[in-house]
């Protein structure tokens, strides 16, 4: 299995465009952090001494508005977290006063993870299909390993990929925050609400557990994109679905989720995993272990399919 | 002599359509096998069954005893094979691609890769990117990849395809070698009748996916009674004197002089005649009938009972 996996990674490696992929990440990292640096002055918080009377006059409105009740659920959720999070930083005396740091960086340039994800996409959708493009198919399945095992190490290999990239953006966005933005003296807890309790997490962990869960919706659409690499033999096909889906999933799903019930069911009402730890999830009756279990529904189902054909499958072209 | 591949009553259906119609036939140690057919008649399908990159409708394929269909891994192991063009990985150099599948395979050493590269002379450009091969280098290293984990049979599918002359040589040369020192099964596919003439001990001919006769190519080339064109002048004097003073033979004309179907002994006899007659002869050779001739009569014959 091993070695079937340091042949996948040969293969994958040896390609000039998984090169460009990663540079153009490296790029873009490098692009947020000049953006940011060159803004640095208006995002830097001036040294207010008076972040407290700040704090409590946000709350005092904020709750003016509750209390008329003219505004939206959505919002209700946004002001009821901040009035939480402003009590306790005035309770426990964590200033606001905080210059923009690496930690904020690698925050901001976890957006990133999509672009990430999208070069994922590219590897899962060629895994399968260009073996049957270029023909060596044919030499692949006539070793003395079974179909299942050599789509197996595909699979994983596609999945290493992902989490290479996605530790190269995490990694080299720290470094570069690091260098450019450096660290705060005092390390400055991540308010975390949940609950209506709000409790403390250290920035590092607070990134990590963003960053994975911001992987999920990755894991998914690599697995769909593997999906139908394997079941149609086309990259191209691959590549164009899991990408409009991962652009169009999110919002035609919400648009479908103010009207139709069944919403809830689709793949891209439950892969952002964020929306139960802070804020309100997409629908009502959703819950996190409703969206786990449907997502692992959609996992398995993608991997019968993928296995099944590709098992079954006459090489015949 | 040992059965190395043996086909029992192999079917494939496509679609309702019988491709291939009960095949049986059994390939023995270190014979080279030739599966002979016009395109499109299932020589691919067939191959393709052998390896298990297609599955079949019906019958079953033992290597070396084991199932294709029910052991798979423990048959395939005893087979190398090219199916069709050899295509190799474009983008990594040549000793990439062999080290891709051996790693594939247990027990293949570096000792055994540089060995075989040795073989197949590809030592000097292996570590270049197969992109830069030629077709005659790329059927080389594809033979390499087969012949990596000492397999027990060796399947080509079209191997001389888009060679020239000498490449065609080298692989006819090699594979005589493979089948004669290492006693390998080679199974050849093709519909280049010349070159499996020179190449295979006993051929196969498929039609229409029904196998139409299996014989040695020794058998199936020579017949007792060999045809010989006399070259001479006066050719239709000549054509009624050999057909009265011989008569029952199938004389006919050629275009110069007559072909005649006699065993050796007779042919003093029947220059005796002919100078008798004072017809000038300016040459008697031997016409063997190739395969392509026998081919032909094979399948026409069939093709009309």
């Not at chain 1, 299995?1 to 293969?11: A, H, I, R, V, Y």
């Not at chain 1, 001494?49 to 409590?56: A, I, S």
């Not at chain 2, 007559?258 to 065993?263: G, S, W």
Request: one cysteine or more; a negative charge.
């Amino acid at each position: 299995m091993l070695q079937l996996l340091q042949n996948e990674w040969m293969k994958t490696w040896k390609r000039t465009a998984t090169h460009i992929m990663v540079v153009l990440l490296l790029l873009s990292v490098i692009a947020i952090a000049a953006i940011t640096k060159y803004q640095e002055n208006g995002l830097s918080v001036p040294d207010n001494e008076n972040w407290r009377q700040g704090l409590e006059m946000e709350n005092k409105d904020f709750q003016k508005q509750l209390d008329e009740g003219t505004v939206s659920p959505d919002s209700i959720e946004y002001m009821r977290t901040q009035i939480a999070i402003n009590e306790y930083r005035l309770e426990h005396d964590i200033s606001t006063n905080v210059d923009y740091s690496a930690w904020d960086f690698v925050s901001d340039s976890s957006e990133l993870i999509s672009f990430a994800g999208l070069f994922t996409i590219i590897i899962a959708a060629g895994i399968v299909a260009n073996e049957f493009t270029w023909g060596t198919v044919k030499l692949l399945l006539i070793r003395p390993i079974g179909r299942a095992k050599i789509l197996l190490s595909k699979y994983i290999s596609v999945l290493l990929f992902g989490v290479f990239l996605i530790l190269i953006l995490f990694g080299f966005a720290l470094l570069l925050g690091a260098i450019l933005f450096g660290f705060p003296d005092s390390s400055n807890p991540y308010l975390n609400y949940h609950d209506g309790t709000v409790t403390e997490q250290s920035m590092l962990i607070h990134l990590l557990i963003t960053y994975g869960l911001n992987s999920i919706n990755l894991l998914m659409i690599t697995t769909m994109a593997f999906m139908i690499s394997s079941v149609f033999r086309n990259s191209s096909l691959a590549v164009g679905i899991s990408i409009f889906l991962m652009f169009m999933g999110g919002s035609v799903t919400y648009m479908l989720s103010t009207k139709f019930e069944w919403a809830k069911y689709i793949l891209f009402a439950n892969t952002d995993l964020t929306q139960y730890l802070d804020g309100a999830p997409l629908m009502k009756g959703m819950t996190l272990t409703f969206s786990i279990v449907m997502l692992c529904v959609y996992f398995i189902i993608f991997h019968l399919l993928a296995f099944f054909v590709f098992k079954k499958r006459d090489v015949a072209a | 002599m040992a059965s190395v591949v043996e086909l029992k009553n192999v079917s494939k259906m496509i679609k309702g359509r019988k491709i291939i119609d009960s095949l049986s036939f059994n390939v023995e140690e270190g014979e080279v096998f030739g599966f002979l057919g016009p395109n499109g008649a299932g020589k691919t399908t067939t191959i393709r069954m052998i390896v298990g990159l297609i599955n079949m409708s019906d019958g079953d394929i033992y290597i070396c005893g084991s199932s294709i269909k029910k052991e798979f891994e423990k048959a395939v192991q005893h087979v190398g094979a090219i199916v069709e063009n050899p295509e190799m990985y474009k983008f990594l150099s040549g000793y990439d691609n062999l080290v891709h599948y051996a790693r594939m395979t247990k027990g293949v050493s570096k000792a055994k890769i540089k060995e075989v590269v040795e073989l197949v002379g590809l030592t000097d450009r292996i570590q270049d990117k197969v992109k830069t091969y030629s077709l005659g280098m790329r059927q080389r290293l594809g033979l390499a990849q087969c012949l990596l984990h000492d397999p027990k049979v060796l399947i080509l599918d079209e191997p001389t395809n888009g060679l020239d002359p000498a490449g065609i040589r080298e692989i006819r040369d090699h594979l005589r070698m493979l089948a004669r020192d290492r006693g390998m099964a080679v199974i050849v596919s093709s519909h280049l009748l010349s070159e499996m003439e020179m190449m295979c001990d006993r051929i196969g001919i498929i039609q229409q996916g029904k196998l139409v006769d299996v014989q040695l190519v020794k058998d199936f080339v020579s017949n007792t009674e060999k045809l010989y064109e006399v070259e001479l002048d006066r050719i239709d004097e000549a054509l009624s004197a050999v057909s009265e003073y011989m008569p029952g033979l199938k004389v006919s004309k050629s275009a110069t002089g007559l072909e005649i179907p006699v065993k050796k002994e007779q042919i003093p006899e029947l220059v005796k005649l002919l100078v008798s007659k004072e017809f000038s002869i300016y040459g008697i050779r031997e016409v063997s009938k190739t395969l392509e001739d026998r081919f032909l009569e094979v399948t026409n014959e069939k093709g009309e009972s």
